[in-house]
């Protein structure tokens, strides 16, 4: 199996953009605010497992576990949509993940 990597998942969301292209509309810096709302409203939906199952049952129900597991994949997708938005690369989230992870390893 193939490592999933953020450049496996722009991908992955660019052959959804092309299939449904025409249907939804193009990925570009103006959708960006639209594709963020929506995962913003993931984010709920996440949340409400959370709130609504509790820990436990995330980890140790398996059905439960997987919904959770889905709906955080539905944040990831929207997530790499504004990265697209943005014509964000996966060298340049890392480079900058890595900056930051530095000078948050260096506080307090």
Not at 35 to 53: A, S, T
């Amino acid at each position: 199996m193939e490592k999933m990597t953020f450049e496996t998942m722009q991908e992955m969301q660019r052959e959804l953009q092309e299939k449904y292209k025409g249907r939804w509309a193009e990925l570009s810096p103006e959708k960006a605010r639209q594709q963020l709302l929506w995962m913003y409203g993931e984010m709920g939906e996440v949340g409400d497992i959370m709130k609504k199952k509790g820990n436990e049952e995330i980890m140790h129900n398996d059905e439960v576990r997987a919904h959770f597991i889905e709906e955080m994949c539905d944040v990831m997708m929207y997530f790499n949509d504004v990265l697209l938005c943005y014509d964000i690369k996966p060298e340049e989230l890392e480079k900058i993940y890595l900056e930051k992870h530095r000078r948050n390893m260096g506080r307090w």
